[in-house]
């Protein structure tokens, strides 16, 4: 492994551990009452918002968390609000693993599978189908931008996958009378339809992925 990869290596692995500590140190309770304080004052609580978008993935929360508390401030016309915020809050992730993708050791092995993935999908479609699943927003995002999809199927796949998790968070936090951190989910029946709906995506690619990869024998 050469130096710029060591110091790549590095760098990940110290972010990694920065947003775990953060995760431990910074609890979204606290943060929920603040942000629901601020309610009462649009243009700040507007500002907080965006803020708290940008510095999600810093503390790994999911997203859900944060399309609740637009919820129980907005209600249902806070939808669209919560979807441009989605899409917001991964781009932070994705646009660091793009542009520190290492050349070298298991970072860059891992670039070349995710790439692999996502040119057998398409950036659009691969994106769109694990935004439906339930695997953690950073995760995929990091994937995308190490596998250099382009950014506007980065987008739009985002925004699209990301519709029913927003739209059921939304709603959620819009039925509390107290938003907490731990008072809603998205429920089974959602889940599996997602799975569902991201397998059937992907299942004419793999297929055809499969038929054109050649046999052992040959």
């Known amino acids: 492994m050469d130096r710029d990869s060591r110091r790549r290596l590095a760098g990940a692995l110290l972010l990694v551990c920065g947003v775990t500590a953060a995760s431990i140190l ?12 601020l309610a009462a004052r649009p243009a700040a ?14 503390v790994a929360w999911p997203i859900s968390l944060v399309s609740a508390l ?28 793009r542009r520190y ?17 996502f040119e057998t999908t398409g950036g ?21 931008g190490v596998a250099r999809v382009d950014a506007r199927a980065f987008v739009i796949g985002t925004a699209v996958g990301e519709v029913p998790w927003v739209v059921a968070s939304v709603l959620a936090g819009r039925s509390m009378e107290a938003l907490t951190a731990s008072g809603f989910h998205a429920g089974w029946p959602l889940v599996v339809a997602g799975v569902a709906v991201a397998g059937a995506l992907l299942a004419g690619p793999t297929l055809r992925w499969a038929l054109d990869e050649p046999s052992p024998a040959d």
């Open 124 to 144: 659009t479609r691969g994106v769109l189908a694990a935004r439906l699943a339930p695997i953690p927003t950073d995760v995929v995002s990091a994937a995308a």
């Open 45 to 58: 609580f507007a500002l907080a918002l965006c803020l708290l978008y940008l510095c999600r993935p810093l």
């Open 70 to 97: 637009v919820g129980f401030v907005y209600g249902v016309a806070g939808i669209p609000v919560a979807l441009v915020g989605a899409v917001l809050t991964t781009l932070p992730p994705y646009v660091l693993a």
């Open 26 to 37: 910074v609890p979204p309770t606290r943060v929920l009452e603040v942000l629901q304080r």
């Open 101 to 117: 993708r290492p050349s070298s050791g298991p970072f860059a092995r891992i670039g070349a599978s995710s790439a692999d993935l």
